[in-house]
Structure formats: C-alpha cells, structure tokens
C-alpha cells in the first residue's frame, strides 16, 4: 500500500469517519482536522471526525473542531466506506469506536509511535516523525494536494504540541523543515502557541500548582509523581485537561530522570502519562498494555489511584536507574 492508493481510496470514497483516540492531545485533534480540511479543499467531499472525550479548552480553537462529534452522537450500527484513524497508537485506543472501524470497507492508520500495532488495511506508520501531523503533511506533500491556512494551523498545532514547542528529544530538523513550510502557508507561531500554552483559567493554574505541591518522591528524587484524584479536580472546577504539561514541570527537576502522574478515571481505573529525560519508559507502560515513545508514553491500569501508582514504581526500580 503507498500513497497513491491513499489518494485513491479517499477519492471514490461516499462516506468517510476520522477517528481522533481518547483523551485528546493536540496531535490526534490537529491531524483530525486538518486531514478534515484538507479533504474539504482537496476533494469537495465532508468526512466525520469522532471524538470519545471532550476537547480540551485549550484546542477549541481549531478549524473545523466544532464539526466533531462525541461517540454518544454516532449511529455505531452504520457502515463507512473508509475510517482513518490518526495518531491511535493501538486499536485498544478507539474503545467504542472500535465497531465502526471494523465494520468500515476499509481502514487506514496514520500514526508515529514506534508501538504502533499497524492494525489497519493500510498503515503509514513513521516513528522518527515528531508527530502524526508531521506524517500528514508528508504524506499531503506526496499526493499533491493544496495545503490551505485552515489546514496548515491544524497541522502547526499538531507538531508543536507533540514537540513540547520544539522542546522534546522528537524535534528533528524534518520537523523544524515541516514547521517552517506551514508557517510560509499563513501559519502564526505565536497565535498558535499563545492558544496552546497561554490560554489557562485561574482554576487550571492553581490545580496544578495544588497538584505540585503533593508531589513524591521516590529513588533518591530520580522519580517523580503526583497522584490526581477526581475530587480534588472537583474541589477546584477544573476540566478534564486540567493535568496537561505537569509531567514536563516535574521532569524539569534537576534531580528527575522519570516523571509521571496517576489520573484518577474511577474507583478502578487509573491513566498513567510518563516523560523521561534519558531513560527508554515505553516498556514500562507496554507492562501495562500501554505504550508511546521511549521518553513519552502512557497506559491505563485497573486499580485505583495508589495500588497503581505502586505498580508503577515497581516497574520502574526494574530499569536501574
């Protein structure tokens, strides 16, 4: 499968579903709509993006997020020519959607985690891509297709917040390459970047200066993390995306080599976001069913808040640090 059977496939394609994975970041939201613009102008055709959480405040901004849809509004017995999913890692992170992607003609999968199961009919699947936004781009790039400033600003977005701002180990000249060719095509750096990175409430910034102050410690201050519970998050009205950037403020410790924190989903269930400096993490998350990058990856664990955190810990004293 390459690219031109991509084209081809999007072009007699009736009916198309984006699907963005759950717990939405900037680059599965950007890469979402900018596929869907891009689709738009190139194509005169509209998909459907899916979301299974709510969209952060912070990337209400995007073009076309508004035309995205919760699982709770989609019809699941319907039949899609084609479903793309974008930087879903694993099929295990569509949850509900997963019935509308098996029972579509055909699937296609556009990822940059090295963990990428390639579980899709065709897979475009970059690991030394600093995000799937940057795979997009290459793969727009290939096919010729126009590239407008709708499509651009998404695609911006997608990039800079999977590079932490061009901060992570994944900022690879391509990337900056990528950035640069967006920003001749009307994208604004510092827009962008004052919507994803100075558009906190009050109640976000104190959340997390709350959650800061609770921090543990563990191997003699290499580790680093914080357990965030649902009532706290109550206590101080804050959204969903109230932990976004605390993994990146704990690894900025002098001492810390792993960072991570345990998000209270239930009495039961807990998400676990890890970032390290130098040490490969991935499998620490893949124990669990998880993955991502080496310095950047994530899980789900079927236990509360503690036992998880404990989990954790025990996986991590394995790595020698």
Known sequence: MNWIQLHDIIKSSKNILIISHINPDGDTLGSMCGLYSAIKDNFRKK??????????????????????KHISEFDSSREYDLVINVDVASADRMFDSSALFYRAKFTVNIDHHVT??????MN?????????GEVL?????KMAWKISEQTAEALYTA??????????????????KTAAALVDMGVSPSKIYKY????????????QAYCLSNAVFSEDGKVAYINIFKKDMEKFHVAEDCTEGLTE????IQSVEIAFIVKQLSSTASKISMRSERMDISGVCAKFGGGGHKLAAGCLIKSSVEESAKKVL???KNLKL
């Open 137 to 141: 781009y290459g793969l727009m790039k």
């Open 196 to 207: 994803c990175y100075e558009s906190n409430s009050k109640e976000h910034t104190l959340f």
């Open 159 to 176: 990039l800079l917040t999977d590079t932490g701002s061009f901060r992570f180990n994944n900022t690879t000249a391509n990337a900056f």
């Open 124 to 132: 475009f699947v970059t690991p030394t891509a600093s995000s799937t």
């Open 249 to 252: 403020k704990l690894r900025a």
């Open 116 to 121: 990428n199961e390639k579980y899709a009919k």
């Open 314 to 316: 025990e996986e991590i």
């Open 47 to 68: 998909a459907d993006m899916l979301l299974m959480s709510k969209v952060p405040n912070v990337f209400k901004f995007l073009p076309y997020i508004s035309e995205a």
